[in-house]
């Protein structure tokens, strides 16, 4: 047996200090495996006995496997110091091996890192780098433009002049920097928008400047967080950057389609303070014909700028108005004028917007900021409000592309200036306004008092109660808990009243700059009830505020709420970060990469599912493409047709109408054999139009779903004392169980079958039966003088004989029972009847804890799968008793309660597309003709292709149920072994795939990364079209002896052609077509093999150009012909 010994730069010696060396633990495992080979060796030469010769052996074959896979088999081998020694698969597999380290995440060159400091007067494209780091990160370009310019004889007295800092360096980088974008990152980079690419601005300083607007997208403040630069390098690269990257492309939020460019903080206060109306200030009441007069006497001192003031102005309104308006006569040009009652504040403010936003009036809090921002967006991304002008402007920066490209592009433009000038506005204004917050600002409302002392009555007088025996320890403590809460709620509700509406701390709460009731309650009514480590609450309240200051004892108890909050931040994020890159396995391999799949199936949305954890149906159909025509339920007309998108005015017709379901298109009825068709993923939320060939949506899709994660609550807070069933998982913990498809804690009784509930008690322990009933009746003619012979009520049996004749002359046969079941004979009417009821009974018994489900009481009707309990339904049951549709919703569902009750918006889509992973497989149960295996995990999509084929040759198909896997379980079964082996259990998965000769087609965005080639998304989808193109050109010359390089190549290709290479009698008709073509005749494009001139000649220069691009040597002489 040959034992490959791996390169010496994999296993180095390095000398330290002292003269000694340190060498890799592979090299002793080596030794030792060498070692006792030769040893070996020498003994059966040397004919020893049979006894040494095996023990020989037997120790050859440990360091053999300790060299593979120390400690798999026996006592782990240690070297110096009782540490394991790294074998072989210690190397490959964890966070620290080939995989995790050195293959998915690389080092690069070319990047800085530094400390972030806001920088408001940058526009949002911009960030601004400190001069010494561009230098550095630069130095080439600049040592390069230096030489040219001719600063520099040659690079080495360039790189002299650099390294002294001498003036006309820094005159260089400006220039050289103008062409260049940087890429900024914050780490944990949790969703796409953590690496966004801007244009730098040399600053002085060390710090990098970041512009306060995307601070939301990257998750950064100013408290000292650092962020990385990296500079791309070649063309491509920076193309991509400013095509794809620039931050002022990126503002709308991939997972919920909403700006994620919105003004916070100071900006917010600055507008709200800017719009608020102050009845009575100076100036209120006076009428103005114009803008102008009104602005010029706000400079006079005239007029206050909060006073309400009327102004005649042209224009229409944008949206509702909180204040008096009168529409006037037009203009002589037809412009429509109204009399607004506005103030200055408003006047200012509108004038900061663009055109088609203005006039609002009325009071702009963050949502209404938020509004304006996407507003803007749909309004310039929209064709229809684009004139040519517009989109040259686009053309001459960015070339000639598809109109709903520009008009994108276009619109972000727009947006980006717009979000710009309202922070201006906002930082000017929050200044101006001169807002600030002293101790005497937290009022504490003078009700206080009152509420606590009757509280304190109320448990005074539960207490005495329990005393006397009257009232359980349970239901004193829940009845103080409950007084106390009131309590808190009722102070609460105090603050609120007590308020100045124009203080900067009420100003600062509703418009949502920061800080919310719940801590303004906590500051100036009273903090309330604690939990403890456990959650289980402490029923001494808090009754102080901050304001008012805590007693030792409040302190002391208030520390347990402070502490698990931080202990609970710290685990969560470990558990968030895992969670997501979980989801990131799983659905890596999702790319959008054909136009339709042609599916007829689809996903029902219904209204009836709307509650209040659940969007309503008029938002949940935004963005798709309709499964099936809309129709209009009063008059029959048809809304919208089939495979039309559902924008938001189509939404609301349709639900104007009435409608109250529609069948959609879904990731989850896909039928796209590897990735998703545009048509069932539908609209891009990160752009508002329908998705592009080439998205990755796999990894948006689990990006949205772990990103939040890190927001939602760890473990479940009871209200104290016993576990009842509302203490089932939520937060975190439940979006895992969800994605892993586990049973629940807390699991739900299922109804097994359709029928009716009947709740029985025997002794104490409560069950649930379903009874499902049928009853069969059988009658028959009871002539006269036929006399019974079973009693009447009585159960027969099948065949058994119920009457015979008691008169011979008359004679006739006996009648005999054709059903089994109660015979009743009806001698009025000469009838006998059998009746059989087929009962079939299922009960199960209910906990002690568990509550009957809503609705389920004794003779309720309920079908099989209905919850009989409270609690979560186990996905697995409900695969069985209901099927493949009724679990994806279910799980679709229940992800988004939790997220939602936690207040996070993920659209349902990147749900979807993660649950069609977990349902992607088929467990075969009769192979049929296919030579599948019974139990065997196959792909749906290739099990229904084998059956096809099989059924077309006249075989017999095999049958299949659905699986449901969990995301961990899924991305280990995954067809491609690489990005397996990079996820977990990497020795087990490396060794089946070796055993079991796989391929692996790199199909998937880690496969390619792992090896190091282009990923086959985004721009890199554009390459594999290119290469497929290619090698139909190649076919078109003669037959090649290598038939094994054929082969190799249909492995790279890995059919991202998106057809499965064609075998060689094919290979002929195919040549015998290009060469059509290449004549000039034939059938255009059946092929579409690239641009083919009408002579052989160009086509050859063209193709071996193609070649030397692509590194090959030139082609050699026989291929030339």
């Given at each position: 047996?040959?034992?490959?010994?791996?390169?010496?730069?994999?296993?180095?010696?390095?000398?330290?200090?002292?003269?000694?060396?340190?060498?890799?633990?592979?090299?002793?495992?080596?030794?030792?495996?060498i070692?006792?080979?030769?040893?070996?060796?020498?003994?059966?030469?040397?004919?020893?006995?049979?006894?040494?010769?095996?023990?020989?052996?037997?120790?050859?074959?440990?360091?053999?496997?300790?060299?593979?896979?120390?400690?798999?088999?026996g006592?782990?081998?240690?070297?110096?110091?009782?540490?394991?020694?790294k074998?072989?698969?210690d190397?490959?597999?964890?966070?620290?091996?080939?995989?995790?380290?050195?293959?998915?995440?690389?080092?690069?060159?070319?990047?800085?890192?530094?400390?972030?400091?806001?920088?408001?007067?940058?526009?949002?494209?911009?960030?601004?780098?400190?001069?010494?780091?561009?230098?550095?990160?630069?130095?080439?370009?600049?040592m390069?433009?230096?030489?040219?310019?001719?600063?520099?004889?040659?690079?080495?007295?360039?790189?002299?002049?650099?390294?002294?800092?001498?003036?006309?360096?820094?005159?260089?980088?400006?220039?050289?920097?103008?062409?260049?974008?940087?890429?900024?990152?914050?780490?944990?980079?949790?969703?796409?928008?953590?690496?966004?690419?801007?244009?730098a601005?040399?600053?002085?300083?060390?710090?990098?400047?970041?512009?306060?607007?995307?601070?939301?997208?990257?998750?950064?403040?100013?408290?000292?967080?650092?962020?990385?630069?990296?500079?791309?390098?070649?063309?491509k690269?920076?193309?991509?950057?400013?095509?794809?990257?620039?931050?002022?492309?990126?503002?709308?939020?991939?997972?919920?389609?909403?700006?994620?460019?919105?003004?916070?903080?100071?900006?917010?206060?600055?507008?709200?303070?800017?719009?608020?109306?102050?009845?009575?200030?100076?100036?209120?009441?006076?009428?103005?014909?114009?803008?102008?007069?009104?602005?010029?006497?706000?400079?006079?001192?005239?007029?206050?700028?909060?006073?309400?003031?009327?102004?005649?102005?042209?224009?229409?309104?944008?949206?509702?108005?909180?204040?008096?308006?009168?529409?006037?006569?037009?203009?002589?040009d037809?412009?429509?004028?109204?009399?607004?009652?506005?103030?200055?504040?408003?006047?200012?403010?509108?004038?900061?917007?663009?055109?088609?936003?203005?006039?609002?009036?009325?009071?702009?809090?963050?949502?209404?900021?938020?509004?304006?921002?996407?507003?803007?967006?749909?309004y310039?991304?929209?064709?229809?409000?684009?004139?040519?002008?517009?989109?040259?402007?686009?053309?001459?920066?960015?070339?000639?592309?598809?109109?709903?490209?520009?008009?994108?592009?276009?619109?972000?433009?727009?947006?980006?200036?717009?979000?710009?000038?309202?922070?201006?506005?906002?930082?000017?204004?929050?200044?101006?306004?001169?807002?600030?917050?002293?101790?005497?600002?937290?009022?504490?409302?003078?009700?206080?008092?009152?509420?606590?002392?009757?509280?304190?009555?109320?448990?005074?007088?539960?207490?005495?109660?329990?005393?006397?025996?009257?009232?359980?320890?349970?239901?004193?403590?829940?009845?103080?808990?409950?007084?106390?809460?009131?309590?808190?709620?009722?102070?609460?509700?105090?603050?609120?009243?007590?308020?100045?509406?124009?203080?900067?701390?009420?100003?600062?709460v509703?418009?949502?700059?920061?800080?919310?009731?719940?801590?303004?309650?906590?500051?100036?009514?009273?903090?309330?009830?604690?939990?403890?480590?456990?959650?289980?609450?402490?029923?001494?309240?808090?009754?102080?505020?901050?304001?008012?200051?805590?007693?030792?004892?409040?302190?002391?108890?208030?520390?347990?709420?402070?502490?698990?909050?931080?202990?609970?931040?710290?685990?969560?994020?470990?558990?968030?970060?895992?969670?997501?890159?979980?989801?990131?396995?799983?659905?890596?391999?999702?790319?959008?990469?054909?136009?339709?799949?042609?599916?007829?199936?689809?996903?029902?949305?219904?209204?009836?599912?709307?509650?209040?954890?659940?969007?309503?149906?008029?938002?949940r159909?935004?963005?798709?493409?309709?499964?099936?025509?809309?129709?209009?339920?009063?008059?029959?007309?048809?809304?919208?047709?089939?495979?039309?998108?559902?924008?938001?005015?189509?939404?609301?017709?349709?639900?104007?109408?009435?409608?109250?379901?529609?069948?959609?298109?879904?990731?989850?009825?896909?039928?796209?054999?590897?990735?998703?068709?545009?048509?069932?993923?539908?609209?891009?939320?990160?752009?508002?139009?329908?998705?592009?060939?080439?998205?990755?949506?796999?990894?948006?899709?689990?990006?949205?779903?772990?990103?939040?994660?890190?927001q939602?609550?760890?473990?479940?807070?009871?209200?104290?004392?016993?576990?009842?069933?509302?203490?089932?998982?939520?937060?975190?913990?439940?979006?895992?169980?969800?994605?892993?498809?586990?049973?629940?804690?807390?699991?739900?009784?299922?109804?097994?079958?359709?029928?009716?509930v009947?709740?029985?008690?025997?002794?104490?322990?409560?069950?649930?039966?379903?009874?499902?009933?049928?009853?069969?009746?059988?009658?028959?003619?009871?002539?006269?003088?036929?006399?019974?012979?079973?009693?009447?009520?009585?159960?027969?049996?099948?065949?058994?004989?119920?009457?015979?004749?008691?008169?011979a002359?008359?004679?006739?046969?006996?009648?005999i029972a054709?059903?089994?079941?109660?015979?009743?004979?009806?001698?009025?009417?000469?009838?006998?009847?059998?009746?059989?009821?087929?009962?079939?009974?299922?009960e199960?018994?209910?906990?002690?804890?568990?509550?009957?489900?809503?609705?389920?009481?004794?003779?309720?009707r309920?079908?099989?799968?209905?919850?009989?309990?409270?609690?979560?339904?186990?996905?697995?049951?409900?695969?069985?008793?209901?099927?493949?549709?009724?679990?994806?919703?279910?799980?679709?569902?229940?992800?988004?309660?939790?997220?939602?009750?936690?207040?996070?918006?993920?659209?349902?889509?990147?749900?979807?597309?993660?649950?069609?992973?977990?349902?992607?497989?088929?467990?075969?149960?009769?192979?049929?003709?296919?030579?599948?295996?019974?139990?065997?995990?196959?792909?749906?999509?290739?099990?229904?292709?084998?059956?096809?084929?099989?059924?077309?040759?006249?075989?017999?198909?095999?049958?299949?149920?659905?699986?449901?896997?969990?995301?961990?379980?899924?991305?280990?079964?995954?067809?491609?072994?690489?990005?397996?082996?990079?996820?977990?259990?990497t020795?087990?998965?490396?060794?089946?795939?070796?055993?079991?000769?796989?391929?692996?087609?790199?199909?998937?965005?880690?496969?390619n990364?792992?090896?190091?080639?282009?990923?086959?998304?985004?721009?890199g989808?554009?390459?594999?079209?290119?290469l497929?193109?290619?090698?139909?050109?190649?076919?078109?010359?003669?037959?090649?002896?290598?038939?094994?390089?054929?082969?190799?190549?249909?492995?790279?290709?890995?059919?991202?052609?998106?057809?499965?290479?064609?075998?060689?009698?094919?290979?002929?008709?195919?040549?015998?077509?290009?060469?059509?073509?290449?004549?000039?005749?034939?059938?255009?494009?059946?092929?579409?093999?690239?641009?083919?001139?009408?002579?052989?000649?160009?086509?050859?220069?063209?193709?071996?150009?193609?070649l030397?691009?692509?590194?090959?040597?030139?082609?050699?002489?026989?291929?030339?012909?």
């Amino acid at each position: 047996t040959v034992l490959p010994v791996i390169p010496p730069e994999l296993r180095p010696m390095v000398q330290l200090d002292g003269g000694r060396f340190a060498t890799s633990d592979l090299n002793d495992l080596y030794r030792r495996v060498i070692n006792r080979n030769n040893r070996l060796k020498r003994l059966i030469e040397l004919n020893a006995p049979e006894i040494i010769v095996r023990n020989e052996k037997r120790m050859l074959q440990e360091a053999v496997d300790a060299l593979i896979d120390n400690g798999r088999r026996g006592r782990a081998v240690s070297g110096k110091g009782k540490h394991r020694l790294k074998s072989l698969s210690d190397m490959l597999k964890g966070k620290q091996g080939r995989f995790r380290q050195n293959l998915l995440g690389k080092r690069v060159d070319y990047s800085g890192r530094s400390v972030i400091v806001v920088g408001p007067n940058l526009q949002l494209h911009q960030c601004g780098l400190p001069k010494k780091m561009a230098l550095e990160l630069f130095k080439p370009f600049v040592m390069r433009r230096l030489v040219e310019k001719g600063f520099a004889h040659n690079i080495k007295s360039a790189k002299r002049i650099v390294e002294r800092v001498r003036p006309e360096v820094w005159d260089v980088l400006e220039e050289v920097i103008k062409d260049y974008l940087v890429l900024l990152n914050r780490a944990p980079s949790l969703h796409r928008l953590s690496i966004q690419a801007f244009e730098a601005k040399l600053i002085e300083g060390s710090a990098i400047q970041l512009h306060p607007l995307v601070c939301a997208a990257f998750n950064a403040d100013f408290d000292g967080d650092q962020m990385a630069v990296h500079v791309p390098l070649s063309r491509k690269a920076q193309e991509e950057a400013r095509m794809r990257m620039l931050s002022k492309y990126n503002l709308l939020s991939p997972a919920t389609g909403d700006p994620i460019i919105t003004p916070s903080q100071d900006i917010v206060l600055g507008c709200y303070y800017l719009t608020m109306v102050k009845d009575g200030a100076p100036g209120s009441g006076k009428m103005f014909t114009s803008i102008d007069e009104a602005l010029l006497a706000y400079d006079k001192g005239i007029v206050d700028i909060q006073a309400p003031i009327w102004v005649r102005m042209e224009g229409t309104l944008a949206g509702e108005s909180d204040r008096g308006v009168r529409e006037l006569q037009p203009a002589d040009d037809g412009t429509p004028r109204m009399l607004l009652e506005t103030t200055i504040g408003r006047i200012i403010f509108n004038n900061e917007l663009l055109e088609p936003l203005r006039y609002r009036n009325r009071l702009i809090a963050k949502k209404g900021l938020k509004e304006i921002i996407a507003d803007c967006y749909k309004y310039y991304t929209n064709l229809n409000n684009l004139t040519e002008e517009n989109l040259d402007e686009i053309r001459a920066m960015y070339g000639d592309r598809s109109p709903d490209e520009l008009a994108r592009y276009y619109g972000s433009e727009r947006t980006a200036e717009q979000a710009d000038k309202i922070k201006t506005l906002g930082f000017r204004y929050a200044t101006r306004g001169g807002m600030t917050v002293g101790i005497e600002d937290v009022e504490v409302p003078p009700a206080k008092a009152e509420i606590i002392k009757v509280s304190e009555e109320r448990v005074a007088e539960v207490e005495k109660q329990f005393r006397r025996g009257l009232i359980t320890e349970e239901e004193r403590y829940r009845e103080i808990v409950e007084i106390w809460q009131s309590a808190t709620k009722q102070t609460t509700e105090a603050v609120k009243q007590n308020l100045n509406p124009f203080g900067p701390v009420a100003m600062m709460v509703n418009s949502s700059a920061r800080g919310n009731i719940n801590q303004l309650s906590q500051m100036a009514g009273m903090r309330g009830l604690m939990s403890d480590p456990t959650g289980r609450i402490i029923e001494l309240p808090i009754k102080a505020n901050f304001r008012e200051g805590l007693s030792v004892l409040e302190y002391f108890v208030s520390t347990h709420g402070g502490r698990k909050g931080l202990a609970d931040t710290a685990l969560r994020t470990a558990d968030a970060g895992y969670l997501t890159r979980r989801l990131i396995d799983v659905a890596q391999d999702n790319i959008v990469n054909t136009e339709d799949c042609g599916t007829e199936e689809g996903l029902w949305l219904h209204r009836a599912d709307d509650n209040e954890l659940l969007v309503e149906l008029e938002q949940r159909m935004i963005g798709r493409i309709l499964a099936a025509p809309v129709v209009d339920p009063q008059t029959g007309e048809v809304i919208a047709e089939r495979n039309q998108e559902v924008d938001e005015a189509l939404a609301q017709r349709i639900s104007a109408a009435g409608v109250n379901d529609v069948f959609v298109r879904s990731p989850l009825a896909c039928q796209a054999d590897h990735g998703i068709c545009r048509m069932c993923y539908g609209r891009n939320l990160a752009t508002g139009k329908l998705v592009d060939i080439g998205e990755a949506v796999g990894i948006i899709a689990a990006q949205s779903i772990g990103e939040p994660g890190t927001q939602l609550t760890l473990r479940t807070f009871h209200t104290g004392g016993v576990a009842s069933a509302d203490d089932i998982t939520q937060g975190l913990p439940r979006v895992q169980e969800i994605f892993e498809a586990r049973t629940p804690k807390g699991k739900a009784i299922l109804a097994e079958i359709d029928g009716i509930v009947e709740i029985v008690r025997e002794d104490d322990i409560r069950k649930i039966r379903v009874v499902s009933s049928e009853v069969y009746t059988d009658e028959q003619e009871l002539p006269a003088h036929y006399e019974p012979l079973v009693a009447d009520g009585a159960e027969v049996a099948e065949g058994e004989v119920l009457a015979e004749s008691n008169r011979a002359d008359q004679g006739g046969d006996p009648i005999i029972a054709r059903l089994s079941g109660k015979v009743h004979f009806d001698r009025s009417a000469g009838k006998v009847v059998v009746i059989q009821e087929d009962r079939e009974v299922r009960e199960a018994v209910v906990p002690h804890t568990a509550r009957l489900a809503p609705g389920i009481e004794n003779g309720a009707r309920v079908v099989a799968g209905q919850q009989l309990t409270e609690g979560s339904a186990d996905p697995q049951e409900l695969l069985e008793l209901r099927g493949r549709e009724a679990v994806q919703r279910y799980l679709v569902n229940e992800a988004q309660k939790v997220y939602r009750s936690q207040g996070v918006d993920i659209n349902d889509k990147h749900i979807e597309v993660i649950v069609r992973q977990m349902l992607r497989r088929v467990r075969i149960e009769e192979p049929g003709d296919t030579g599948l295996l019974p139990g065997e995990l196959v792909d749906a999509a290739e099990f229904a292709r084998l059956n096809a084929e099989i059924v077309s040759q006249g075989g017999e198909p095999a049958t299949a149920a659905t699986v449901l896997l969990g995301i961990t379980k899924a991305s280990l079964t995954t067809d491609s072994f690489l990005s397996a082996a990079s996820f977990q259990e990497t020795t087990r998965v490396l060794t089946e795939a070796a055993i079991t000769g796989k391929v692996d087609y790199l199909r998937g965005l880690k496969e390619n990364v792992v090896i190091g080639k282009l990923i086959p998304a985004g721009t890199g989808i554009e390459k594999r079209k290119q290469l497929a193109e290619e090698m139909l050109g190649e076919l078109s010359a003669p037959p090649r002896r290598d038939g094994e390089e054929r082969q190799l190549a249909d492995l790279q290709d890995g059919g991202a052609a998106g057809e499965s290479r064609p075998s060689s009698d094919e290979d002929e008709k195919i040549r015998a077509a290009l060469r059509r073509l290449l004549e000039g005749d034939g059938e255009e494009g059946k092929f579409e093999p690239g641009s083919f001139s009408s002579t052989g000649e160009e086509d050859l220069n063209a193709f071996r150009a193609a070649l030397e691009e692509t590194g090959d040597a030139e082609p050699k002489e026989d291929d030339e012909a």
